[in-house]
Every structure is written in C-alpha cells, then in structure tokens.
C-alpha cells in the first residue's frame, strides 16, 4: 500500500470480496482503475443500519472515495454506477459472477494496476446481466485475461508447427495442436465443431454474444462438461502465470 501517496483520492472499480467482523468493522477488497486490488477498511460501518447500505455487496461498480492514512486505506463514500442487480436474482449468475470476483482477487498483486482486466471484468458481467451464457463467458473472460498477459492460447494456429487449425485439434498443456503434432488422442481430441465454439466465445464482439448463447448454449451434462474441461485448462495457464 506504500505506493500510494498520503491523503484522498478517488477511483472507480468493483467490490470483490467484503468482510464484516463481529465489532462491525468492514474490510473491502477492491479493484481499481489505476490502482489494482487493494483492502480498504470501513471502521464501525456494518453496526445500525449500516453507513453505506447495500454499496459494500461484492460485485457492485462505483466511483469510491478513499483515504490513505499513515497503515490503512479508508473508504469514505462510495457513489454506485451499477448494482448488477440482474445477477443477484439468478444463482447460477450469480455463482458465475463470484468466482470471477474470486479468481481477480487471487491472481490480480497489490499495488499492480491491470486496468485491461478491470475493464474486462465489467463487460463480461454487464454481458452475464444481459443474458449471455455463463460458460461461454467464463472461457471468454480467461481467453481474454490470458491474451492480456500475452499467454493466451492461439486458436487459430497449432501452437507447434503453425498451421491453421480446422479439423480435430489436440489439448498440450498450454495450447491447440494439429493432429500431425499430437502424440495422443483420445480424451484431449477437440472436434473442429468445438474449436469453432471456443473461438466464437473468445472472439465475437460483445453485441453478438447474446444471440450466440441462445444459438449454441450447451444444453446437456456432456456439453456442459465439455466447457467445464476448456475454462478449466485456461486456469490452470493463469495459475502456471502467477
Ligand atoms: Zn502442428
């Protein structure tokens, strides 16, 4: 936190995480433009009824007003730009919408400003309230973070030899391989049916992605899996990163 300089200042960005102690003390893990992830502290503010109401919840965006003191970080007031309310009505939404939190708290540093990822963060759950499917945003959001750090897999190429892909490709453990490259198949084989899904939800422009998911939102336990495997192997490249 010493890299930040005594006295007020004010950021924009998310609450990912709150904790409330039984003295009624708040801690805040945000994530702020310019800033990164930071805990601020909010004295005394969850005893009556509460100092800033429901502003405190995890996954609200606002405009944060803060003080640096000589050890903490404070909040002062806290002005909402959007409660994502839609996703606070949904559980799977809003399963969805916390691990996100989740996983910027864990593999964002403090004091680490990644402004991209922020920005990131918010469209994909601004799409989530709009009616995309969590799956495919899930993947989108790690390809995206991933790319950002210069570690997304290529989706268009084996990550070997560099011919582009089309049929069936093959999983390594950090990207696409043709099948010529590939020294197994079985379970890590991708139908090119597939790598086309992967690349839609990676690529397509946001205003598109509501329509994708209606078209092709997995709709069995297999197709669920399937997509389960792929945002799993996209965190464990993050993880690898950290
Ligand atoms: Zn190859």
Same mark, same amino acid.
């Given at each position: !936190?010493?890299?930040l300089?005594?006295?007020?200042? *004010?950021?924009?960005?998310?609450?990912?995480? *709150?904790?409330?102690?039984?003295?009624?003390? $708040? =801690?805040?893990?945000?994530?702020?433009?310019?800033?990164?992830?930071?805990?601020?502290?909010?004295?005394?503010?969850a005893?009556?009824?509460?100092?800033?109401?429901?502003?405190?919840?995890?996954?609200?965006?606002?405009?944060?007003?803060?003080?640096?003191?000589?050890?903490?970080?404070?909040?002062?007031?806290?002005?909402?730009k959007?409660?994502?309310?839609?996703?606070?009505?949904?559980?799977?939404?809003?399963?969805?919408a916390?691990?996100?939190?989740? !996983?910027?708290? @864990?593999?964002? /540093?403090?004091?680490? #400003?990644?402004?991209?990822?922020?920005i990131?963060?918010?469209?994909?759950?601004?799409?989530? /309230?709009?009616?995309?499917?969590p799956?495919?945003?899930?993947? *989108?959001?790690?390809?995206?973070?991933?790319?950002?750090?210069?570690?997304?897999p290529?989706?268009?190429?084996?990550?070997? /030899?560099?011919?582009?892909?089309?049929?069936?490709?093959?999983?390594?453990? =950090?990207?696409?391989?043709?099948?010529? /490259?590939?020294?197994?198949?079985?379970?890590?084989?991708?139908?090119?049916?597939?790598?086309?899904?992967?690349?839609?939800?990676?690529?397509?422009?946001?205003?598109n992605?509501?329509?994708?998911? =209606?078209?092709? #939102?997995?709709?069995?336990?297999?197709?669920?899996?399937?997509?389960?495997?792929? $945002?799993? @192997?996209?965190?464990m490249?993050?993880? *690898?990163?950290?």
């Amino acid at each position: !936190m010493d890299f930040l300089t005594q006295g007020l200042f *004010r950021s924009s960005g998310v609450v990912l995480r *709150r904790r409330i102690s039984a003295e009624g003390d $708040i =801690s805040l893990h945000l994530f702020l433009k310019g800033v990164g992830p930071v805990w601020v502290q909010a004295p005394g503010s969850a005893r009556g009824r509460g100092r800033f109401g429901g502003a405190t919840e995890p996954l609200t965006w606002g405009s944060f007003n803060l003080y640096k003191g000589p050890k903490h970080l404070y909040l002062k007031t806290i002005d909402v730009k959007d409660d994502m309310w839609t996703l606070r009505l949904d559980p799977e939404k809003l399963h969805s919408a916390l691990e996100w939190n989740r !996983m910027v708290s @864990r593999y964002t /540093c403090s004091g680490v #400003a990644e402004d991209d990822v922020l920005i990131l963060l918010y469209w994909t759950m601004r799409s989530l /309230c709009e009616g995309a499917n969590p799956l495919f945003l899930s993947w *989108r959001l790690l390809w995206r973070w991933l790319y950002i750090r210069g570690e997304a897999p290529d989706l268009s190429k084996c990550e070997q /030899c560099g011919v582009a892909l089309k049929d069936a490709v093959y999983w390594s453990d =950090s990207g696409f391989l043709c099948q010529n /490259c590939s020294s197994n198949g079985g379970s890590s084989m991708i139908a090119s049916k597939e790598l086309r899904l992967l690349q839609a939800a990676a690529m397509l422009p946001r205003r598109n992605l509501i329509s994708f998911s =209606s078209q092709g #939102a997995p709709s069995d336990g297999t197709e669920k899996a399937f997509w389960k495997t792929q $945002i799993g @192997r996209l965190k464990m490249i993050l993880d *690898r990163s950290c």
